[in-house]
Nanobody
Framework: QVQLVESGGGLVQAGGSLRLSCAAS????????MGWFRQAPGAEREFVAA????????YYADSVKGRFTISRDNAKNTLYLQMNSLKPEDTAVYYC?????????????????WGQGTQVTVSS
């Protein structure tokens, strides 16, 4: 079992930045590929970014490529999402998730543990 707790969400103006964190506890964090997903009101959950267990490989949705950076610190059991140049369309609840696959994957069904989410609101 892996418990995931997100933090760092909030209200920011368009063009601003936020850094999300996801603290993991339980089974070995470094054994899992990790991902960030988001869900806006009335929309389906969508993939944002994912990173391999070692941090050596990362994968991004086209909508955030060049603006968001995913990283992890296995010594601290923490996953991060640095979000720059935020846009109103980035407004959503952001979730971190853990996958037993070694390599990052954009498929939600590949993830077995999920956090409760943190709200990000970008004003225009």
């Amino acid at each position: 079992q892996v418990q995931l707790v997100e933090s760092g969400g909030g209200l920011v103006q368009a063009g601003g930045s936020l850094r999300l964190s996801c603290a993991a506890s339980g089974r070995t964090f470094s054994s899992y590929a990790m991902g960030w997903f988001r869900q806006a009101p009335g929309a389906e959950r969508e993939f944002v970014a994912a990173i391999s267990w070692s941090g050596g490989n990362a994968y991004y949705a086209d909508s955030v490529k060049g603006r968001f950076t995913i990283s992890r610190d296995n010594a601290k059991n923490t996953l991060y999402l640095q979000m720059n140049s935020l846009k109103p369309e980035d407004t959503a609840v952001y979730y971190c998730a853990a996958s037993p696959h070694v390599q990052p994957t954009p498929t939600p069904h590949s993830y077995v543990y999920w956090g409760q989410g943190t709200q990000v609101t970008v004003s225009s």
